[in-house]
């Protein structure tokens, strides 16, 4: 244990009530354990970061949502209803206003979805996909009255993906009268919204100190009625043992961001719960094919080869992961099996061989320094090195590692995230599969050009997925997708499903994880005394 972890340990326990009582967090006030090392903005037009999904998703509503307990259910948030006209969609807005006490509009919804794609940042490329950018976006969508919006659809496009999309935290609804009055240089308001809130949602923001802690208070004129929580505190507490020791004493309510050891010693004890929320995401390896080793797929094959992932899952990833080499989540439909790849030391050499470098080379791989990140890429290195490939390890930042991931400044490297925007295969394949211009001016915003690896073929195949409304044949094309990518020696390396493990307090009622959006606070409430 590093001297700086005993000394945090050492002040938990000195600050505990004397006699060794039990600390209690305000009967109206939610405490959460968590890294914000990942929280760069809070602007939903710029953020797509998950640490900042539990931020958004309650200062900020949505045209619809996903029902908490199935994911695969669209249910209303803005809109009370909406249909499928044709190529659009229109929807139906509900009575609600704003925390500054402006009505929301369709006009609010319509500027919202224009702003996110004229701010033409990592949030838009979510949207691009689909067939809407910064040039076009205007020709769809239309304010019929102040509470009916239109939202037509591009050719090649199906609604189901469309609303699954809205239904993100990229989908949010500003208040376009607060927000445009903090705007500089047509930034639409966007230095401002960083740190500041203009939403409907159940919570206003009145602080953000990063890497410290982020302030909600209650928005009482939330139209669902207001929330049971008059404040919810998250605050930045990345060292596991110091956060499993709050959750103990009872500093904290929730616990985010606990290593494996950590959370099993929850299991089965009582006044805790601990929840293992589905993602849809990938704990996966970036290779940078810009480097003259990680270019040639044989020797990406070698490093496929050169993982232990058996041990990794038993002494790392417990909770947090279950081995996935496939990208599409084991229990979705269509998911082929894994190819069994494992460390295999004489396979792996062959591949190294077959590329024409036998004694191996040195690559660097940056991570983010959090847990599980950290551990995993110090098992990368030891792997590799039984390969006769030298591994550097570069801990970084959240803005420090994302700046080098979309600047395309690495040669492996563990992103934030992999996949999961939406629970149906394609949520997960087009971060593996898509990317329609490799070029140095093509999107940042997407895993397969940040690697710059030029995959025509899997692009066609997605893009053709993505407009197929036939679920048998869009299915087929999914199947056939995943053979395309296992036999391609990929660059970007799919190794465990993502799970999101989080232990709660029995004294909390209400909090449900969540894998494609924020956890939603407003039902949430505490045990009375």
């Avoid at 050719?155 to 208040?175: M, R, S």
Wanted: net charge neutral; aromatic share 8%; charged share 20%.
């Amino acid at each position: 244990m590093g001297k700086w972890v005993a000394r945090l340990l050492a002040l938990a326990v000195a600050l505990l009530p004397a006699g060794g009582a039990l600390a209690k967090t305000p009967a109206d006030q939610l405490v959460i354990g968590a890294s914000l090392a990942q929280v760069l903005s809070l602007d939903p037009g710029q953020a797509t970061e998950s640490g900042s999904w539990i931020i958004t998703s309650n200062i900020y509503d949505r045209l619809v949502s996903t029902d908490p307990n199935d994911p695969t259910k669209l249910v209303p948030q803005l809109a009370e209803r909406w249909e499928v006209d044709g190529r659009s969609i229109v929807f139906h807005l509900r009575d609600a206003t704003f925390a500054s006490g402006n009505p929301v509009t369709a006009e609010d919804a319509a500027w919202s979805l224009r702003r996110m794609l004229k701010l033409n940042q990592a949030a838009a490329s979510l949207w691009k996909p689909y067939g809407y950018d910064e040039t076009n976006i205007d020709d769809f969508l239309e304010v019929v009255d102040p509470k009916t919006f239109r939202l037509k659809l591009p050719e090649g496009t199906i609604a189901q993906f469309v609303l699954f999309a809205l239904a993100g935290n990229n989908g949010a609804v500003i208040d376009k009268a607060e927000a445009t009055k903090h705007e500089a240089n047509g930034d639409f308001g966007n230095g401002w919204l960083r740190a500041n809130s203009a939403g409907s949602g159940p919570f206003v923001l009145r602080r953000w100190a990063p890497n410290e802690l982020i302030l909600l208070e209650r928005n009482d004129s939330f139209w669902g009625g207001p929330p049971a929580m008059k404040r919810v505190v998250v605050r930045h507490i990345a060292e596991s043992q110091v956060q499993r020791l709050l959750l103990e004493r009872g500093d904290i309510d929730v616990a985010t961001a606990l290593g494996a050891s950590d959370l099993a010693a929850f299991d089965g004890k009582p006044g805790f719960t601990t929840q293992r929320v589905p993602t849809g995401g990938f704990y996966l390896l970036a290779m940078n094919t810009q480097n003259q080793y990680l270019a040639n797929a044989d020797v990406r094959r070698a490093i496929a080869w050169g993982l232990d992932y058996a041990g990794m899952q038993k002494t790392i990833m417990g909770p947090y992961g279950r081995v996935r080499q496939v990208p599409v989540p084991e229990n979705y439909p269509t998911a082929l099996p894994d190819p069994g790849y494992k460390l295999d030391v004489a396979k792996a050499k062959e591949y190294l061989a077959k590329a024409g470098v036998p004694d191996g080379f040195s690559l660097k791989l940056k991570t983010i320094a959090e847990t599980p990140r950290v551990d995993l890429a110090t098992a990368i290195q030891a792997s590799l090195a039984q390969i006769g490939i030298k591994v550097a390890i570069e801990q970084g930042n959240g803005s420090q590692i994302i700046a080098a991931h979309r600047a395309r400044d690495f040669d492996l490297l563990m992103p934030l995230s992999g996949g999961g925007n939406m629970p149906d295969p394609l949520g997960s394949l087009q971060n593996f599969t898509y990317n329609p211009d490799n070029s140095p001016n093509g999107n940042s915003g997407y895993f397969t050009w940040r690697s710059a690896w030029d995959i025509p073929e899997l692009t066609k195949l997605t893009t053709e997925a993505r407009g197929e409304a036939d679920q048998a044949k869009r299915e087929a094309i999914y199947t056939k997708i995943q053979e395309i990518f296992l036999a391609s020696g990929p660059a970007l390396l799919p190794m465990f499903e993502r799970f999101s493990p989080v232990v709660v307090s029995d004294q909390v009622e209400g909090y449900v994880g969540q894998g494609f959006r924020g956890v939603r606070l407003d039902a949430v409430k505490k045990k009375a005394e």
